[in-house]
């Protein structure tokens, strides 16, 4: 378990140093790409990501990982737009049963019981994956993006700028992941303009560019 645990934690740091954005069109595919290739001993790695890897938030999971292998470190395969009417934990049963790769990165949010089951029985894969909750031995480790700072920054310039004394935040679905950031934004306005009025709106997606630009 400790080979495993050091294992995940130099994946953890491919992903920190690869954070960019992927440019549209990027990646091995688009869809499912559960299918592991021969690994040459490698470290067998599988994605697992709600949304379409277009999204930032998985996209910079895929792209580090794909550097990650494109560097000779990883095998890497993944399935992208699984969505969240209960393919995550098929997809995740099917991958773990036939691949049985050494880790699944991916994102928990709106899957987060499915996910949890199938880490629980399958011990013998690490699972890695973005979660408001907390870790699980011997298997099941976290991360977040804690942006919740640099967004109660952001809120300071805003209520400092604003001309109107009027200003806006968007957000995808109103879960305590985006809501610690949206209050720390508020939180940051009014610290500098207690009389500011901030209007918060949520488009119900964590995909959704049209709406976003709507809202």
């Known amino acids: 378990m400790l080979h495993r645990i050091l294992l995940t934690i130099a994946l953890l740091g491919t992903l920190l140093t690869g954070c960019v954005a992927p440019p549209p069109g990027a990646g091995d595919a688009t869809g499912a790409s559960s299918a592991a290739p021969a690994n040459d001993g ?8 709600a949304t379409a890897i277009e999204e ?3 996209g910079v999971i895929h792209t580090a990982l794909n550097k990650a292998q494109e560097a000779g470190d990883i095998t890497y395969t993944y399935s992208d ?22 880790i699944i990165f991916g994102d928990a949010f709106g899957n987060e019981e499915a996910v949890r089951r199938v880490a629980k ?18 298997n099941f480790s976290v991360f977040d993006n804690w942006i919740h700072e640099p967004a109660y920054l952001c809120g300071i310039l805003a209520g ?18 985006v809501n610690r950031i949206v209050n720390a934004f508020i939180a940051g306005a009014t610290s500098v303009n ?16 049209a709406a976003a630009k709507e809202a």
């Open 56 to 58: 930032p938030w998985d």
């Open 160 to 177: 400092g700028l604003t001309k109107s004394n009027v200003i806006g935040v968007v957000g995808g679905l109103p879960v305590p992941e």
């Open 81 to 102: 737009d699984i969505g969240y009417a209960g393919d995550m934990e098929r997809i995740l049963r099917e991958v773990a049963e036939e691949n049985a790769p050494d």
């Open 194 to 209: 207690p009389d500011v009025d901030v209007k918060t709106t949520f488009i119900n997606s964590w995909f959704d560019p």
């Open 42 to 49: 490698k470290l067998t790695v599988f994605g697992a990501y």
């Open 121 to 138: 029985d399958y011990p013998d894969i690490a699972f890695v994956f973005g979660s408001g909750g907390g870790p699980v031995e011997p």
